[in-house]
């Protein structure tokens, strides 16, 4: 299979192992979004103006979520990333002193800051469970979260895919038993739109935000919220502009043309859309692309090769396979500072990858997209082999 790297705007000089923390936009996605802004340029009047011409292109792409993400588009909403949207909905609920939000020890630190800024203001407080490692069955994530659902209670809040662990969480049952006990559920979904099958009706979480600039490869600065349509009355902007209420006083349904949930939230003073408008040329190339297959192969290097370094280091994997986020492999190392690895990798190999430590385990995470070639990986199995002594 022909490799993609020239389709991309990478640096050829960097054998870049890191689309996990940003994503990398293919040349015909970046071309169509930079399309839109000189569309929006040339009048921009007109473009912005929400019933001539905004209205209608932010209603397609939202088509194409739905068709995509398996929900009803009226329930998906324009975001610029998951942290606004995730921001958005933890700043909605009404949370009073002693309420908990019952999360795991792997979020990620900017929606954990999020997290505490509420409690600060409402006086909640986080409930972190530590997940059982390594997981290797669903039951121990679920029972888990289950034991610690109790009265207090009112949200749970779980990443989809982690990030410093990069590992597939089975949120499905602990999202089925949040519902049954009136907790709501709040998931980051991040990692997830163009990197697994998404179903998001079928899910049934109450909040469910995900990224298109990672592994949908749309531009960055385009993402989505998806709300059930009985919690979107729960949701107050942290921005408030024309869209808010602008259902009500006698312009029913509001002169945007859509709900107020999505009208609160789109219309948010003057902004660039380009990039959200560009996630259905991203949809498109992976389309042409062929993408699942490529997406398959991706799948199939990242395990040998985490496979491969394992076997070098003698370390056990944190979960079982199908826990693992599927291009994403958080390669376990012996103790480094992560100040040193990561500028040594790229000084004396050229590597961009994420290197950390997370808890007790220090981590290499590498990611595989279409442009990763095998020597890429090979490369940072000799760099990792010579820079640690590995012996096997
Ligand atoms: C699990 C997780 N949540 C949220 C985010 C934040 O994404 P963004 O910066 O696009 O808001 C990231 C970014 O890497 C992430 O890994």
């Given at each position: 299979m022909t490799n993609l790297a020239p389709l991309f705007l990478l640096d050829p000089d960097v054998v870049f192992l890191n689309h996990g923390s940003y994503g990398a936009c293919p040349r015909p996605v970046f071309q169509a979004y930079q399309d839109w802004q000189l569309r929006l340029e040339r009048q921009p009047v007109e473009f912005l103006d929400s019933r001539r011409a905004l209205s209608p292109r932010t209603q397609a792409v939202r088509e194409a979520m739905g068709r995509a993400f398996g929900a009803?588009?009226?329930?998906i909403v324009a975001q610029v990333n998951a942290t606004q949207a995730l921001n958005i909905v933890a700043q909605s609920l009404d949370l009073a002193p002693g309420d908990e939000i019952l999360t795991t020890d792997h979020e990620y630190a900017a929606l954990e800051k999020t997290w505490a800024y509420v409690c600060q203001r409402t006086g909640a407080r986080i409930v972190p469970v530590t997940v059982p490692l390594p997981l290797m069955e669903e039951a121990q994530f679920t029972d888990t979260l289950i034991a610690a659902m109790g009265p207090k209670t009112r949200v749970l809040f779980l990443s989809h895919i982690t990030s410093a662990t990069a590992m597939l969480f089975p949120i499905a049952r602990a999202v089925a038993e949040a519902r049954a006990r009136g907790i709501l559920s709040v998931i980051?979904?991040?990692?997830?739109p163009g990197h697994i099958p998404l179903d998001l009706d079928a899910l049934g979480a109450d909040f469910y935000a995900g990224n298109c600039h990672k592994w949908l490869m749309a531009p960055k600065g385009s993402a989505f919220l998806h709300v059930r349509r009985d919690c979107q009355a729960m949701i107050r902007p942290t921005t408030i502009s024309?869209?808010?209420?602008?259902?009500?006083h006698g312009q029913d349904p509001g002169p945007f043309g859509h709900s107020a949930f999505i009208d609160s939230l789109e219309?948010?003073?003057?902004?660039?859309?380009a990039a959200f408008l560009a996630v259905t040329a991203a949809m498109d190339f992976r389309e042409a692309h062929g993408w699942d297959a490529i997406a398959q192969r991706c799948q199939a290097m990242a395990a040998e090769t985490g496979a491969r370094l394992a076997k070098l280091t003698g370390l056990p994997p944190l979960c079982a396979e199908e826990f693992r986020a599927p291009q994403m492999f958080p390669v376990r190392l012996p103790p480094f500072d992560p100040a040193q690895l990561q500028p040594l990798l790229m000084e004396r190999y050229r590597i961009e990858i994420p290197c950390y430590q997370w808890q007790d385990h220090h981590i290499a995470r590498f990611s595989v997209q279409g442009y990763t070639r095998q020597s890429d990986l090979d490369l940072l199995v000799t760099a990792l082999t010579e820079i640690f002594a590995l012996k096997g």
């Open positions: 009803d588009p009226d329930d980051d979904g991040a990692h997830t024309h869209g808010w209420e602008a259902g009500k219309v948010q003073g003057t902004r660039d859309p």
